[in-house]
């Protein structure tokens, strides 16, 4: 089974910076692509940042430009490092991967979570 391990969490003042780390029992390489997202308490769990294995990214408005996604092969890990930190950035964080596995039918695709990690930012 394919897992996936967040750590970096934690309470954090707004203006603040977190860097939260994913690292993955298989090859990220072997997934099209990684990403973050997060659920606060009620709510829809939402994308925050993506990236391909081609190192394309994306991101959420409400992030722009205060998060950076990245990935490193070697270690099999993907981070995010969160700055300016806003209330609203209070939520569990979950590590996420989409790997397309060819069949002989077509293409199986499989999506991975991990367990997430708290990130609470006072205000």
């Known amino acids: 089974q394919v897992q996936l391990v967040e750590s970096g969490g934690g309470l954090v003042q707004a203006g603040g910076s977190l860097r939260l780390s994913c690292v993955a029992s298989i090859s990220i390489d072997l997934c099209n692509s990684m990403g973050w997202y997060r659920q606060a308490p009620g709510e829809e769990r939402e994308m925050v940042a993506t990236?391909?294995?081609?190192?394309?990214?994306d991101y959420a408005d409400a992030v722009q430009g205060r998060f950076t996604i990245s990935r490193d092969s070697a270690k099999n890990a993907v981070y995010l490092q969160m700055n300016d930190l806003k209330s609203e950035d209070t939520a569990v964080y979950y590590c996420n991967g989409e790997r397309v596995i060819p069949t002989y039918d077509g293409t199986y695709p499989r999506t991975y979570w991990g367990q997430g990690t708290q990130v609470t930012v006072s205000s």
């Open positions: 990236i391909t294995t081609g190192g394309s990214t």
